[in-house]
């Protein structure tokens, strides 16, 4: 069986060397298809068309993969399953710190808000089917939903060596298009603030760091304002 990847991306000029270098190694790998078509929901879709495997990979084109990555979820694609992710460890200290606190309390993946699509398999029949809008942020949630409705089991896997190099985010636009696009029910939004509130002064104590809480809270506060601006927009 071969696999091809997609990697969609803003500027192939920054692409990561050191994520080619580990797909390049690994087995099963069919065409490497990088794709700088926008935005990001459509580039996932024309990398769909673009690519001949029954199974296609997606990844981010800011993550480092172990080098037995394919060879380890390519099993775990069994009838029914339309999509297969991992969690990935965050580069940003701040991030990962939050996430480890997290995990001690509810392991990351079984978190249903997080399908971890930076690096995925996926029926590549049942992607070029999506339409999602035309949109950067709250894209992944919007596909892990369309597997779902489509009779398919989206399934996330603990770590097993996949790195997010975390490319930085606008907050503020992140919360005005979960917003728009329903991307959390309301139980889901009132949980990720008040989980983020108790634990963040957790998370600082993980790195004793000041700027872990100051970070933190000031990409919550900008979510929270996006969140707003879009009920009222």
């Given at each position: 069986?071969?696999?091809?990847?997609?990697?969609?991306?803003?500027?192939?000029?920054?692409?990561?060397?050191?994520?080619?270098?580990?797909?390049?190694?690994?087995?099963?790998?069919?065409?490497?298809?990088?794709?700088?078509?926008?935005?990001?929901?459509?580039?996932?879709?024309?990398?769909?068309?673009?690519?001949?495997?029954?199974?296609?990979?997606?990844?981010?084109?800011?993550?480092?993969?172990?080098?037995?990555?394919?060879?380890?979820?390519?099993?775990?694609?069994?009838?029914?399953?339309?999509?297969?992710?991992?969690?990935?460890?965050?580069?940003?200290?701040?991030?990962?710190?939050?996430?480890?606190?997290?995990?001690?309390?509810?392991?990351?993946?079984?978190?249903?808000?997080?399908?971890?699509?930076?690096?995925?398999?996926?029926?590549?029949?049942?992607?070029?089917?999506?339409?999602?809008?035309?949109?950067?942020?709250?894209?992944?949630?919007?596909?892990?939903?369309?597997?779902?409705?489509?009779?398919?089991?989206?399934k996330t896997f603990p770590f097993i060596g996949a790195i997010?190099?975390?490319?930085?985010?606008?907050?503020?636009?992140?919360?005005?298009?979960?917003?728009?696009?329903?991307?959390?029910?309301?139980?889901?939004?009132?949980?990720?603030?008040?989980?983020?509130?108790?634990?963040?002064?957790?998370?600082?104590?993980?790195?004793?760091?000041?700027?872990?809480?100051?970070?933190?809270?000031?990409?919550?506060?900008?979510?929270?304002?996006?969140?707003?601006?879009?009920?009222?927009?």
């Open positions: 069986m071969k696999v091809d990847v997609i990697i969609p991306t803003r500027n192939r000029e920054a692409l990561n060397k050191e994520l080619l270098t580990s797909l390049k190694n690994q087995k099963y790998l069919g065409e490497i298809i990088v794709i700088d078509t926008k935005p990001l929901s459509y580039a996932r879709i024309e990398g769909g068309k673009r690519a001949v495997t029954e199974i296609v990979a997606m990844v981010d084109d800011d993550m480092f993969l172990p080098l037995n990555w394919i060879s380890q979820l390519i099993p775990k694609m069994q009838d029914g399953v339309g999509a297969v992710s991992t969690v990935a460890l965050q580069e940003n200290k701040s991030v990962m710190a939050y996430d480890k606190v997290v995990n001690m309390i509810k392991p990351l993946h079984t978190i249903d808000t997080s399908p971890h699509i930076n690096n995925i398999l996926i029926r590549r029949n049942l992607l070029v089917k999506h339409k999602p809008p035309p949109i950067f942020f709250g894209e992944d949630i919007l596909l892990k939903k369309f597997v779902q409705d489509s009779g398919y089991i989206w997010h190099l975390n490319t930085s985010k606008n907050h503020v636009i992140l919360g005005i298009e979960y917003n728009k696009r329903h991307c959390y029910s309301m139980f889901q939004i009132v949980r990720r603030f008040v989980a983020r509130f108790v634990l963040i002064p957790y998370a600082a104590m993980v790195n004793t760091s000041l700027e872990t809480m100051v970070y933190l809270n000031t990409i919550n506060i900008e979510f929270l304002a996006g969140w707003i601006k879009g009920m009222i927009s």
